[in-house]
């Protein structure tokens, strides 16, 4: 037997005024598609906005369902979105915020196992990284150089391959 530990190396930014001024606007173009989510049910709205290679912002938020599992989260429609309509353009960040209406979010949100997988995707088909900043309404600015550093044992279609 032998023991794996894995770490992520995260940069703390006190806040978007903290952040270089692209991704500062990156993360206010998150902010105002956090504005737009659709979430009645959960109260909990998530916005995202990605900045393509060409300099191009493509955004998502998060649209609830009565049928739950029906939904989709700000990640998954902003990277989706930007495959098809921008196919091939490598994404070069990812800014997240999500707030709700229930209480203050003061801790950085990191996005869910699903989207961290739908981005690693992203990642390994452009083979480069994206840059992911996220945070609450009320809170510090995470920032993960590449996906890996938030999904380390990522499954890709290498892994469904006879190698």
């Not at 270089?20 to 109260?43: C, F, I, Q, W």
């Not at 009565?66 to 429609?77: D, I, K, M």
């Amino acid at each position: 037997m032998k023991k794996l530990t894995l770490t992520a190396d995260i940069t703390v930014y006190p806040d978007i005024e903290s952040l270089p001024d692209a991704m500062g606007d990156l993360m206010r173009g998150a902010v105002t598609a956090r504005e737009k989510a659709y979430a009645p049910y959960s109260k909990f709205k998530v916005g995202a906005a990605l900045l393509l290679e060409d300099g191009s912002v493509v955004y998502g938020n998060n649209q609830e369902n009565a049928a739950f599992p029906s939904g989709l989260c700000a990640e998954r429609v902003a990277v989706f979105h930007a495959g098809a309509t921008h196919p091939g353009k490598t994404i070069k960040a990812l800014a997240i915020t999500a707030a709700s209406e229930l209480r203050a979010v003061t801790e950085a949100i990191a996005p869910c196992g699903g989207c961290r997988q739908a981005l690693a995707e992203y990642e390994y088909r452009q083979n480069s990284p994206i840059a992911v900043y996220f945070m609450g309404d009320r809170s510090e600015v995470y920032l993960a150089a590449s996906v890996k550093e938030l999904l380390p044992l990522v499954f890709t279609k290498d892994d469904l391959l006879n190698k």
